[in-house]
């Protein structure tokens, strides 16, 4: 079967660095999504890496190993607004996306 | 740019009553449209996706089903809800199936 896993909820510091893990098994791999839900609104793109790396984008970078079948987004300089889920997707040889259940992160002053 | 409206924004039905959740999407053309549900603490769960008009597959057999009346317009709707139908109900759209999925804001269901 088809498998996303994410710890299911973290705690960090304001100001601090914090890393959320996704490790994956599914039938093929055609990229890989992260995406931030606020409580009780809808999932919102942060990123997509379809290579090996790291991909940056401001405060927020993801990483990639398709040989591990693991990725991580790594959030820097923390604040009380990235207080939220944060889900990680793979898009699977069918191009269907399949979903992990989401990393609640509490970002504590 | 692209916009998807969802509505409602929260509903309460009681068990047995039929339900009809819309989306629509603004500014592009044939855009593959998706209908999910997310209970709490879990993961997303697909429930339909269209390519275009008329053209719905199912991913998990229920009571509800989906119809896609115009190239932009997909309506998810149930006969009969049932107490387990409860959740958050997100329309997501995405132009070709290798691009990210934008949501609609989402419908939060409780069937009472």
């Known amino acids: 079967g088809q498998n996303i896993d994410q710890p299911t909820e973290m705690t960090a510091t304001e100001g601090a660095i914090v890393q959320i893990n996704c490790t994956y098994q599914t039938s093929g791999f055609n990229g890989l999504f992260w995406y931030q839900q606020h409580a009780g609104e809808a999932p919102t793109f942060l990123s997509y890496?379809?290579l090996d790396g790291l991909e940056e984008k401001g405060r927020f970078s993801s990483f990639l190993s398709r040989s591990k079948g693991y990725s991580y987004l790594l959030l820097k300089e923390l604040q009380m607004k990235d207080s939220a889920s944060y889900l990680c997707a793979v898009r699977d040889s069918n191009y269907q996306l399949i979903w992990g259940a989401g990393t609640k992160l509490i970002i504590k002053p | 740019s692209q916009t998807i409206h969802q509505w409602p924004a929260t509903l309460v039905q009681p068990v047995g009553s039929p339900l009809s959740l819309e989306c629509t999407v603004e500014?592009?053309?044939?855009?593959?449209l998706y209908w999910y549900r997310q209970a709490a603490g879990r993961g997303l769960q697909l429930l339909f996706y269209s390519v275009g008009i008329g053209q719905i597959s199912s991913e998990v057999p229920q009571n509800l089903s989906a119809s896609r009346p115009q190239d932009r317009q997909f309506i998810l709707s149930s006969k009969k809800l049932l107490l387990s139908d409860s959740g958050f109900y997100l329309c997501?759209?995405?132009?070709?199936?290798?691009?990210?999925?934008?949501f609609g804001s989402g419908t939060r269901l409780t069937v009472v």
């Open positions: 500014g592009t053309s044939n855009p593959n």
């Open positions: 890496n379809v």
């Open positions: 997501a759209w995405s132009l070709e199936r290798v691009y990210g999925y934008t």
